[in-house]
T-cell receptor, first 111, second 117 residues
Framework: AQSVTQPDIHITVSEGASLELRCNYSYGATPYLFWYVQSPGQGLQLLLK??????LVQGIKGFEAEFKRSQSSFNLRKPSVHWSDAAEYFCAVGAGNKLVFGAGTILRVKS | DGGITQSPKYLFRKEGQNVTLSCEQN?????MYWYRQDPGQGLRLIYYSQIVNDFQKGDIAEGYSVSREKKESFPLTVTSAQKNPTAFYLC????????????????FGPGTRLTVL
């Protein structure tokens, strides 16, 4: 069965520091992968997606993610975190006609 | 202004009552979805619909019902049979899908927080 694992429930980084959020997936074929962000009490906003082609994907708000088939990973990165990036981040894999979401990683930014 | 609207933002219900959550989209998307979100559990799919007058159960459909009478609307009813309905509910929509039935990007509404008193 398809699944997504986000190993880190919480991550705290200092403002201006780099960020990497981990995502591992289980899927039999070439996956379609997504990263979403959610501010408290709000809906989810798409940050970026990978369908095919270049394995390094650029998204909004300065985020990028790299698809590594050999590691079944799709980690999200940002070179310099801003206080406004504090939110919950979800990785998802496309499975059939549905999305399967990870449990999320809560990012805290300290000044 | 295209998007997905959910109403109300907050909803309170007494035990034993049914309640209906609204979801409307003007993106001309064929597919619509309902998710439940609980802390630390990510999003769990309740129901989805790919075409008017048709819908399928997701992973946690028990205690919920839906209808899809119009392309733009996909209301969710939380029935009294749902044992633990207090949660944050998210509606999403997408185009029907890419070639080969692969899913396309889902766009989310702002959510409805349901509290059972």
């Amino acid at each position: 069965a398809q699944s997504v694992t986000q190993p880190d429930i919480h991550i705290t980084v200092s403002e201006g520091a780099s960020l990497e959020l981990r995502c591992n997936y289980s899927y039999g074929a070439t996956p379609y992968l997504f990263w979403y962000v959610q501010s408290p009490g709000q809906g989810l906003q798409l940050l970026l997606k990978y369908f095919s082609g270049d394995t390094l994907v650029q998204g909004i708000k300065g985020f990028e993610a790299e698809f590594k088939r050999s590691q079944s990973s799709f980690n999200l990165r940002k070179p310099s975190v801003h206080w406004s990036d504090a939110a919950e981040y979800f990785c998802a894999v496309g499975a059939g006609n549905k999305l399967v979401f990870g449990a999320g990683t809560i990012l805290r930014v300290k000044s | 202004d295209g998007g997905i609207t959910q109403s109300p933002k907050y909803l309170f219900r007494k035990e034993g009552q049914n309640v209906t959550l609204s979801c409307e989209q003007n993106l001309n998307h064929d597919a619509m979805y309902w998710y439940r979100q609980d802390p630390g559990q990510g999003l769990r799919l309740i129901y989805y619909s790919q075409i008017v007058n048709d819908f399928q159960k997701g992973d946690i459909a028990e205690g919920y019902s839906v209808s899809r009478e119009k392309k733009e609307s996909f209301p969710l009813t939380v029935t009294s049979a749902q044992k633990n309905p207090t949660a944050f509910y998210l509606c999403a929509s997408s185009i029907l899908g890419l070639a080969g039935g692969r899913p396309d990007t889902q766009y989310f509404g702002p959510g409805t927080r349901l509290t059972v008193l």
